[in-house]
């Protein structure tokens, strides 16, 4: 399974991105789906995450009523949709695959990774 980041950007405090993860190589739905950040000097750190259908999902609580998870299955494509964007958001993205029925929040679980997607807020 290959993924792909996009829509990663320069955004002011309080603005919003959507960041699209785009995969190929795989049956897209044998998959949950998550997003992680890592920032500078920081440990990477989950984000979100989604099941097959995207109707079970799961936040961190530092984004929790921020960020919203979704995915296209027809496109196979996962998003993320960020609104209300702190500085302390500031931190590569990443789109994790997860080969399994059930909403894992730590990345060792997840068996494929992108390249990331850079995501700067600025105060």
């Known amino acids: 399974v290959q993924l792909v980041e996009s829509g990663g950007g320069l955004v002011q405090a309080g603005g919003s991105l959507r960041l699209t993860c785009a995969a190929s190589?795989?049956?897209?739905?044998?998959?949950?789906m998550g997003w992680f950040r890592q920032a500078p000097g920081k440990d990477r750190e989950f984000v979100a995450a989604?099941?097959?259908?995207?109707?079970?999902?799961h936040y961190a609580d530092s984004v929790k009523g921020r960020f919203t998870i979704s995915r296209d299955n027809a496109k196979n494509t996962v998003y993320l949709q960020m609104n209300s964007l702190k500085p302390e958001d500031t931190a590569i993205y990443y789109c994790?695959?997860?080969?399994?029925?059930?909403?894992?929040?730590?990345?060792?679980?997840?068996?494929?990774w992108g390249q990331g997607t850079q995501v700067t807020v600025s105060s």
């Open positions: 994790a695959a997860d080969y399994s029925v059930v909403v894992n929040t730590a990345g060792q679980e997840y068996d494929y």
């Open positions: 190589g795989g049956s897209f739905e044998d998959y949950a």
């Open positions: 989604c099941n097959w259908s995207g109707g079970l999902t």
